[in-house]
């Protein structure tokens, strides 16, 4: 079965209108700190002149404060928060209890990331497994041994939780992650030209994904 797609990093209405119009489950849309960090307003004047179109809207936020949060998505569609941060367990299910959407959690790829992710085991909708690179909490297109995938599927089954597979993701790459039957991956500069989300490389993506699905179904 194919992966869930998701495309996150939108940070213009061409970038919306782009994804929107692609076969991505979810659109993703950084409001913290960040080259494509969004605000409220703007993404509720993409989503105005492009409509929702049946996709599920992702807003992700950074160690951020639940009023900032409530702030920031307030009048939105957002079907899901993710935690992209390090945030705790505690403050992880005080989101979920006050804004009462599934939340998703990045865990950053590290030697204990395992032990890590029991940590917040039913207080979560899914995990982004990514890579984290200096500062920066994500976006930096560097992936991190995929070799490890297997073990982060497996705690994911544990806890019957999607994972999806983040970092330097791209066309000409995306078949090694397949390999490793991820629940989903997440995409953000591997579909970019010049900072700009590209129909040609989402359609490259899209078709790679296709087509190995069904060499494996065959």
């Not at 700190?33 to 307003?41: A, G, I």
């Not at 928060?81 to 990045?106: F, M, R, S, Y």
Request: aromatic share 8%.
């Amino acid at each position: 079965m194919q992966p869930l797609l998701k495309l996150c990093g939108n940070h213009s209405e061409h970038d919306t209108n782009v994804t929107l119009s692609s076969n991505a489950d979810y659109i993703g849309f950084v409001f913290a700190k960040s080259k494509r960090q969004v605000v409220r307003e703007q993404v509720e004047a993409w989503l105005k002149q492009e409509g929702k179109k049946e996709k599920k809207l992702v807003a992700l936020f950074v160690n951020e404060k639940i009023e900032q949060i409530e702030d920031a998505i307030k009048g939105l569609p957002i079907d899901i928060i993710q935690c992209h941060g390090d945030e705790t367990a505690e403050e992880v299910k005080k989101i979920n209890e006050q804004i009462q959407l599934p939340i998703w959690k990045a865990i950053h790829h590290q030697p204990d990331a395992i032990s890590v992710m029991r940590k917040y085991e039913g207080l979560v909708s899914g995990y982004i497994v990514d890579c984290k690179v200096g500062d920066q909490w994500g976006g930096t297109g560097v992936s991190f041994d995929w070799e490890y995938i297997p073990a982060y599927l497996e705690e994911g089954k544990r806890q019957g939780v999607p994972i999806f597979i983040a970092g330097g993701i791209r066309p000409d790459n995306v078949d090694k992650v397949l390999e490793y039957g991820p629940d989903g991956i997440d995409v953000s500069s591997g579909i970019e030209d010049n900072g700009q989300k590209s129909k040609e490389l989402i359609s490259q993506l899209e078709e790679r994904m296709k087509r190995y699905d069904n060499n494996v179904s065959r």
